[in-house]
């Protein structure tokens, strides 16, 4: 078994241990959790040091700096009648994916610490769940692709359902049949292309070399595009996200905005863009459309918001928004900054939703105003907080700004599929959520953390523990090294777009800018 099916293989096996642990050894099974997910992080360092060893090795033989090929393939095959194989490996863009994963789960686990409840089947369930995100991430056939997309969104139901707060069987059930929705668009156009290619294969490599007519991608593109939309929060088919995030435990809300809702915009680029170039180029303007209303509608309605959760979940929308902005322009700059938004949207959140977890843990409330004066007692979860709030901004030297210049730059650089002005002047319309951003983060966390303390009880509070300055710490740390250091990032993931640009530039729907 190779290094990527380790990848996969880790997480679950480490459920496993977890599910043999006797219930009432829940420390065993913190530490099993933590361990697993440790373990894991460290295989991700050594994958990523192979990873950028071998494409050095090709760069230099090729003269060219670009990490173009799929590396530490496994092939395998599966159901060979049926085209169906085990089909494994990481690009930069896949890198990117599973070393955001590894890093959030470890410090959900570590947030989750004082799961109390049902605590063997909590972090069973959260490691299974996790185990069809990173095999989504390396998977290159579809039907694999897809056998982990369900993997991964089936266990949030029992997640939310069981171990989450407020309406919490309406959120897991609202969540799980919009997913589930989204999975029918996109299995109806795996199915498509299965036999449209006429080569009865799901391998995604081999589909891109297929030829589909322009009929069939106008009609198919839109069916892919929207189905990993749903999950991607795509307005207007976000109504789920919030729900969702405002009842879900601490790590869950971490995976959920920081990882799951990430496969949306993966999927996205990965398939539609790839595979049905010509459909994107037909409907890149309408979604460019809808991304940025869910850019600029997420951050108007979290300005509304008197519950931390929800503030951060309607942030959550407008973020991901970017995403889907960036996908849509179809050039180098905005796919980039489309890639380095998943990356950053990802640690931001967790963080976010972290710290959400572990102030209700202290306080026993989310809603602003009951909050206030809290920096005096935790000034660790405090400053934390404030740094997450400036990279949701876009403040440099954080990640946040690192993405989302490459996604404005992008949309001003036009593409030939779509007027230019009219890309200006959405774009233009997206970077007024700056301001709104700045408004609702700055002043909603001024609420929470200062002024006068609003409740005696408040007195008592306690910082963050070892653990969990540990989660928050690493989490912190990595939103710096991107934005203080983003050429390596930026590097990884170029040369893995050049074929997504190919497949754009056959059918003249490539940038004119590189």
């Given at each position: 078994m190779g290094l990527v099916s380790w990848l996969i293989a880790i997480p679950f096996i480490t459920a496993l241990v977890i599910l043999a642990i006797p219930s009432g050894k829940w420390r065993m099974i913190r530490w099993a959790a933590a361990i697993g997910?440790?373990?894991?992080?460290?295989?991700t360092a050594a994958v990523t040091y192979l990873y950028w060893h071998a494409c050095a090795a090709d760069a230099s033989s090729a003269q060219t700096s670009l990490l173009t090929k799929l590396y530490l393939v496994e092939k395998v095959p599966w159901f060979e009648s049926?085209?169906?194989q085990y089909f494994v490996g990481v690009d930069g863009i896949s890198m990117a994916m599973v070393i955001l994963t590894s890093i959030v789960i470890f410090a959900g686990v570590l947030a989750s610490w004082n799961v109390e409840i049902r605590t063997k089947e909590f972090f069973a369930?959260?490691?299974?769940?996790?185990?069809?995100?990173?095999?989504?991430?390396?998977?290159?056939?579809?039907?694999?692709f897809l056998m982990f997309y369900e993997l991964a969104v089936l266990p949030m139901y029992l997640l939310i359902g069981v171990w989450g707060t407020g309406p919490k069987e309406y959120s897991a059930m609202k969540l799980t049949l919009m997913l589930l929705i989204g999975s029918a668009?996109?299995?109806?156009?795996?199915?498509?292309?299965?036999?449209?290619?006429?080569l009865h294969t799901f391998d995604l490599q081999q589909l891109a070399q297929a030829h589909f007519s322009s009929d069939f991608q106008r009609w198919v593109f839109p069916m892919i595009f929207v189905g990993f939309g749903v999950i991607g929060a795509l307005y207007p088919l976000h109504t789920w996200s919030p729900d969702g995030h405002s009842s879900a435990p601490t790590a869950v809300s971490m995976l959920h905005a920081g990882v799951l809702m990430k496969l949306g915009g993966y999927g996205a680029l990965r398939i539609a863009v790839y595979l049905l170039p010509q459909g994107a180029a037909v409907w890149g303007l309408f979604f460019m459309v809808l991304a940025t209303i869910n850019i600029i509608y997420g951050s108007f309605v979290a300005i509304m918001q008197k519950d931390l959760k929800y503030f951060t979940a309607y942030s959550s929308v407008s973020h991901?928004?970017?995403?889907?902005?960036?996908?849509?322009?179809?050039?180098?700059?905005?796919?980039?900054?489309?890639?380095?938004?998943?990356?950053?949207?990802g640690i931001m959140t967790a963080l976010f939703f972290g710290l959400i977890g572990m102030v209700y843990g202290r306080t026993h409330t989310r809603m602003l105003d009951q909050m206030g004066g809290l920096a005096k007692k935790m000034p660790w979860l405090a400053t934390t907080f404030y740094i997450a709030g400036l990279a949701s901004l876009g403040l440099p030297g954080l990640s946040g700004f690192v993405a989302e210049s490459h996604i404005f730059f992008g949309g001003f650089f036009g593409n030939v599929w779509a007027s230019s002005a009219a890309m200006k002047v959405l774009t233009i319309i997206a970077t007024m959520s700056i301001v709104v951003t700045a408004v609702y983060v700055l002043r909603g966390l001024a609420r929470v953390f200062y002024g006068p303390i609003t409740n005696h009880e408040f007195e008592k509070l306690t910082d963050a523990t070892l653990p969990e300055r540990i989660s928050?710490?690493?989490?912190?740390?990595?939103?710096?090294?991107?934005?203080?250091?983003?050429?390596?990032?930026?590097n990884m993931i170029e040369g893995s777009l050049l074929p997504i640009l190919n497949r754009l530039h056959q059918t003249g729907a490539v940038a004119f800018a590189h």
């Open positions: 997910c440790g373990s894991h992080l460290l295989l049926l085209g169906i369930l959260l490691l299974t769940l996790v185990t069809g995100v990173f095999g989504v991430f390396v998977s290159f056939d579809l039907f694999l668009f996109v299995l109806v156009g795996f199915l498509a292309m299965y036999h449209a290619s006429g991901c928004g970017f995403v889907l902005f960036g996908v849509a322009t179809l050039n180098m700059m905005g796919l980039k900054g489309a890639v380095i938004q998943m990356f950053s949207h928050t710490g690493l989490l912190v740390a990595v939103l710096f090294a991107v934005g203080l250091s983003p050429l390596l990032f930026v």
